[in-house]
T-cell receptor, first 111, second 112 residues
Framework: GEDVEQSLFLSVREGDSSVINCTYTDSSSTYLYWYKQEPGAGLQLLTYIFSNMDMKQDQRLTVLLNKKDKHLSLRIADTQTGDSAIYFCAEKNSGTYKYIFGTGTRLKVLA | DTAVSQTPKYLVTQMGNDKSIKCEQNLGHDTMYWYKQDSKKFLKIMFSYNNKELIINETVPNRFSPKSPDKAHLNLHINSLELGDSAVYFC???????????FGEGSRLTVL
């Protein structure tokens, strides 16, 4: 079945870059997403990438996709304390309505 | 204007009770979802409706029953609540295309 894995914790210093990794098993995934969840709130979409792309950049965010290894990463440049949150990757096949979420990575930014 | 709104935000109840959580979206989306987030923050899909029709029904106890009176509303009713039902329940909606999911703020259910 589908499975999406992430490391549970990441700690970085303010101003450094953060890299959050995700691996998935469904080779037919068409869309891959990164969501951010702040304490006591719902998830908000940060960015997404189509499976036919290798990279997408959006201001401080860079998404890299290695389709062969089924590996997705999110790089946050110049990480700020406001970036402290839980980050979820998610995948979806274009033929379904089902979004499968990863286990979430808790990012802690140290001042 | 809140895009996806859930009520109540907090719910504390005794084991064995029946409770409902309501969800409404004003985005004009066709598809709505219920997700359960446990204490470890793992997010699992429970149900999905597309234009009032049930399209996803994961392995969820039949004490949980979703109802969609129209495509803007998706409610979740839970019978005979158990301790293990304690979690945050998120409603979400999406439209076709890239299908971004829009989440509500969550409803924290605590069963004592």
């Amino acid at each position: 079945g589908e499975d999406v894995e992430q490391s549970l914790f990441l700690s970085v210093r303010e101003g450094d870059s953060s890299v959050i990794n995700c691996t998935y098993t469904d080779s037919s995934s068409t869309y891959l997403y990164w969501y951010k969840q702040e304490p006591g709130a719902g998830l908000q979409l940060l960015t997404y990438i189509f499976s036919n792309m290798d990279m997408k950049q959006d201001q401080r965010l860079t998404v890299l996709l290695n389709k062969k290894d089924k590996h997705l990463s999110l790089r946050i440049a110049d990480t700020q304390t406001g970036d402290s949150a839980i980050y979820f990757c998610a995948e979806k096949n274009s033929g379904t309505y089902k979004y499968i979420f990863g286990t979430g990575t808790r990012l802690k930014v140290l001042a | 204007d809140t895009a996806v709104s859930q009520t109540p935000k907090y719910l504390v109840t005794q084991m064995g009770n029946d409770k409902s959580i309501k969800c409404e979206q004003n985005l004009g989306h066709d598809t709505m979802y219920w997700y359960k987030q446990d204490s470890k923050k793992f997010l699992k899909i429970m149900f999905s409706y597309n234009n009032k029709e049930l399209i996803i029904n994961e392995t969820v106890p039949n004490r949980f029953s979703p109802k969609s009176p129209d495509k803007a509303h998706l409610n979740l009713h839970i019978n005979s609540l158990e301790l293990g039902d304690s979690a945050v329940y998120f409603c979400a909606s999406s439209q076709a295309g890239t299908g971004e999911l829009f989440f509500g703020e969550g409803s924290r259910l605590t069963v004592l």
